[in-house]
């Protein structure tokens, strides 16, 4: 088994690539170790002590170093890690089960969406995931929808995006361009 590693626009991120699926559907952010104890894979990644976030996405997984570490010191740590766990074939959760994959939108919602504005949301999530969530996947992270409400759409970049230094360049005028030319009643996309 041979483990790729890309950059990101993240400086303190790179991204694995184990050659096969990681997650059957959604994406998981671990941003403590206490959070990553979900996971036996998340947590031997954060157990280098030098890892701030550990991010699983459908192909991949996004490891964010600690202010300090040089990547030429953690990275042969991380792909050891990875090769163990993926020609083990140990199970990505503890108990073996998906029950680690995303927290559902709802419970995490900045604003709940007003009902009325059914369509409109509609429309924000079917741009989000046909026209945004690949292009951010293929920087090593994801975006989760938080809600919208008085033309305000909230978003949270996740992986690799998160504390990125391009993140406010990505939602202002990347995401948020796209969404307000498709959608005329969005007035601003705001980091959640």
Same mark, same amino acid.
């Not at 890892?51 to 192909?59: A, K, Q, R, Y």
């Not at 163990?84 to 089960?97: I, N, W």
């Not at 995006?161 to 993140?167: K, N």
């Given at each position: 088994m041979f483990i790729e590693t890309e950059t990101?626009?993240?400086?303190?991120?790179?991204k694995f690539l184990p050659g096969q699926q990681v997650m059957p559907s959604g994406s998981r952010e671990?941003?403590?170790?206490?959070?990553?104890?979900?996971?036996p894979l998340g947590q031997a990644i954060f157990d280098t002590g030098e890892?701030?976030?550990?991010?699983?996405?459908?192909?991949f997984v996004s490891v964010s170093k600690a202010p300090g570490v040089d990547w030429p010191d953690l990275k042969p740590q991380v792909v050891s890690i990875l090769l163990?766990?993926? =020609?083990?074939? *140990?199970?990505?959760?503890? $108990? +073996? /089960?998906a029950s680690g994959i995303a927290v559902p939108a709802e419970e995490t919602m900045v604003v709940e969406d007003d009902p009325a504005n059914a369509e409109i949301v509609?429309?924000?999530?079917?741009?989000?995931?046909?026209? =945004?969530?690949? *292009?951010?996947?293929?920087? $090593? +992270? /994801?975006?989760?929808?938080?809600g919208f409400k008085d033309g305000v759409v909230y978003l949270t970049l996740q992986g690799a995006?998160?504390?990125?230094?391009?993140?406010t360049a990505t939602l202002k005028h990347g995401i948020e361009g796209l969404l307000k030319h498709y959608v005329p009643e969005v007035v601003e996309v705001r980091a959640a």
């Open positions: 990101t626009p993240n400086p303190s991120t790179l671990f941003t403590t170790p206490e959070d990553a104890e979900a996971s890892v701030t976030n550990v991010f699983f996405g459908s192909d163990d766990h993926f =020609v083990s074939q *140990a199970p990505l959760f503890a $108990g +073996g /089960d509609e429309q924000i999530n079917e741009l989000l995931e046909t026209r =945004v969530r690949p *292009a951010v996947a293929g920087d $090593g +992270g /994801d975006i989760a929808y938080r995006c998160s504390g990125c230094p391009s993140s």
